[in-house]
């Protein structure tokens, strides 16, 4: 059973790995890239690298626990993304989009922790929350208590189904 994880384990990382040198076969197909969509597409390959690496676990026995320990680093390689997209992006309505996975999603780690009964993670620092903010503020801005808003409401809101 150890020898199928390390297998499977190995085979996601290796297609990552190939999906990262496509994309990066294909950037030099194209053509010369600005700086800016060369650090974006960066930035992707680093996250995606990150999310996969992170999905690939061992099977706890536990249904739940392994559904939310695959889903969790997946949401925050979306957030991860859509960051990107908010420092690089020029469209408005991906920006908005991407805006909303990130309130979305960290809704979601957190409900899933919540579900588990576990503590909630170290919410984002105002820091990060106002530079991700700060990237946006001229298109679509969203406050830094609008997400906090949003994120608190959600844990409340899956506290509340754990209510009988």
């Known amino acids: 059973m150890h020898d199928s994880y390390s297998s499977s384990r190995m085979l996601v990382r290796a297609t990552a790995l190939i999906a990262l040198s496509f994309t990066s076969h294909l950037v030099h197909a194209v053509g010369p890239l600005n700086e800016q969509e060369a650090s974006y597409l960066k930035e992707n390959d680093v996250a995606m690298i990150k999310m996969m690496d992170a999905m690939s676990i061992a099977p706890s026995g536990d249904i739940d626990r392994d559904f939310a320990a695959m889903m969790i680093p997946h ?6 993304m859509a960051r990107s997209e908010l420092k690089y992006g020029k469209n408005e309505q991906l920006r908005r989009i991407a805006q909303e996975i990130v309130v979305e999603q960290q809704q979601e780690i957190v409900a899933m922790h919540v ?15 106002a530079n991700v903010i700060s990237s946006t503020s001229s298109h679509h801005p969203i406050s830094t208590d609008s997400m906090s808003m949003h994120m608190h409401d959600s844990a409340k809101a899956a506290n509340k189904e754990d209510t009988p």
């Open 75 to 80: 949401h925050q390689g979306a957030i991860d």
């Open 115 to 129: 579900a588990l009964g576990e503590s909630l993670p170290a919410q984002p620092s105002s820091t990060a929350q």
